[in-house]
């Protein structure tokens, strides 16, 4: 899909940023004289958070470009974000242009809490006007809020989202337009109660944050509300949550509708509070930590498969088919399967990659290998799968935090139940190698527990990899044993 971003701030400068590491090019309108700066610090910052997002081989990057005007930027697009101010006029003058330039483009708001039908007042093609709704920071969030509106085009709705689903976002269809949509209404609903707290003095804004990032919040973050309240509910679920806790509705415990006047002095008390609480830090670190904070949770959830954790393991699932699939491997010499960077948290006390990594990468050569042989998630869903049943890995180099790696696997013998590997990891600058790992794998059928022959098929495509590989220098520490001397 061809993609034109108008407006690059905060959110317009964080969607170029996904579509950029998605690999796609991106025309980029926006007159304000700073925005290619702004919109560089911003893909600076997705870069440093992508590289540490998923362990899946990254896409190549696509390219952006500013462009001279709106009509410039949007004349080939099929899919225009809308990013600009929050005003109706301005949108609507957006709008007008775009579909005068390009009728068939889809254009999707970012706006936090226009509807639809207000956006598509008087439009030519209301029905491809749709509100696509991201949260901040827009390249590492998945959800995306998408309205149509009474004007709906379900077929420009459909569209939309699957291609939010491909670039790893988790698109939510609000069924009926309302102002805010869901998630903006919640997060107002705790602003009103949390700017009476701070104007009444009971809380602080640091004492306030630190109530919801120690506690609702991080439950909030992978079970949702209502599931959450069942869970608190015991055995007994949501009817015993709602019974014991419900009465607790009519007391007057919050002021939700009661909004407090943002006096010049409840606004001081609230900014310099927050200076105290961040001041320390500039707005990019607050980023940054920002940023690998919401990595950690995510990759956490993704351990799980859980919540928003599924979303990004259903992501990776593809990241790693598409770069399965991209082309035919050269069988005149070992296959370079893995290329990535040492993560920060695989580093260990002496600033060096922990044990443990070393054999996580030599497994992603062997589920790359496995995958490239026709061992895929669908292979499995048959019952039938590799397993590793011995591994000897040898250390022989160093390698600290953010250095680049790659890794080459030799395929020594195969047959009809065994695969014979020969990998090793190289640092990416100079070559150098850094560790080998020689590895036995038995094809077994998972589903009765017992070792079988492979599929025809991929025993098929093991065999022409390894009778290429025959013609290869037998590794000189093949078959050694630990303690062995070199």
């Not at 974000?81 to 007008?96: C, G, T």
Request: net charge negative.
């Amino acid at each position: 899909m061809r993609v034109a971003v108008v407006g690059g701030g905060v959110i317009g400068g964080g969607w170029i940023a996904r579509f950029v590491l998605n690999g796609l090019d991106v025309a980029v309108f926006d007159p304000d004289p700073e925005a290619a700066r702004k919109i560089a610090d911003v893909l600076d910052n997705a870069r440093a958070a992508y590289a540490k997002l998923t362990l899946a081989p990254p896409l190549d990057e696509g390219n952006w470009h500013l462009c001279d005007s709106l009509e410039v930027a949007v004349g080939s697009a099929d899919l225009v974000v809308e990013a600009v101010p929050e005003r109706l006029d301005i949108k609507h003058q957006v709008y007008a242009k775009i579909q005068a330039q390009r009728p068939e483009a889809i254009i999707a708001s970012s706006t936090s809490g226009f509807k639809p039908s207000d956006l598509q007042k008087d439009a030519p093609a209301p029905g491809r006007i749709i509100v696509a709704h991201p949260f901040n920071p827009v390249y590492l969030l998945p959800l995306v809020e998408v309205v149509g509106g009474p004007n709906a085009d379900q077929a420009v709705l459909d569209a939309a989202c699957a291609f939010y689903a491909e670039i790893g976002m988790h698109p939510l269809v609000i069924r009926a337009e309302i102002d805010a949509f869901l998630a903006d209404r919640f997060l107002e609903a705790v602003w009103r109660e949390a700017l009476w707290l701070v104007k009444d003095g009971i809380a602080t804004t640091a004492e306030i944050d630190d109530a919801i990032r120690y506690g609702f919040g991080l439950r909030w973050a992978q079970m949702g509300l209502f599931e959450t309240y069942r869970v608190a509910g015991g055995e007994a679920g949501m009817r015993h949550f709602i019974s014991q806790f419900g009465p607790a509705l009519k007391w007057p415990w919050t002021k939700l509708m009661d909004v407090p006047e943002l006096t010049e002095d409840l606004i001081d008390t609230i900014a310099r509070q927050s200076d105290a609480q961040s001041g320390a830090y500039s707005i990019r670190e607050l980023e940054r930590i920002r940023d690998t904070n919401l990595v950690a949770i995510l990759q956490a959830l993704k351990g799980q498969n859980w919540g928003a954790g599924a979303t990004l393991q259903a992501y990776e699932d593809k990241l790693y088919a598409r770069a399965h699939s991209r082309t035919a491997p050269d069988l005149t010499g070992p296959l370079r399967l893995v290329e990535r960077a040492v993560l920060p948290d695989w580093v260990d006390y002496n600033g060096h990659m922990t044990e443990s990594r070393y054999l996580q990468v030599f497994g992603d050569c062997t589920d790359a290998l496995l995958a490239l042989i026709g061992c895929d998630a669908s292979y499995h869903t048959r019952g039938l799968s590799y397993y590793t049943v011995e591994t000897h890995i040898q250390h022989l180099g160093e390698v600290a935090g953010g250095v680049a790696i790659y890794t080459t696997t030799q395929v020594l013998a195969v047959d009809e139940k065994r695969l014979h590997l020969w990998h090793q990891i190289h640092r990416r600058d100079d070559d150098h190698l850094l560790a080998t790992a020689e590895q036995m794998l038995l094809h077994v059928n998972t589903q009765e527990g017992r070792a079988c022959p492979a599929d025809a098929n991929v025993l098929g495509k093991a065999r022409e990899i390894a009778a290429a590989h025959a013609n290869l220098p037998v590794p000189q520490a093949k078959g050694r044993y630990v303690g062995e001397r070199r």
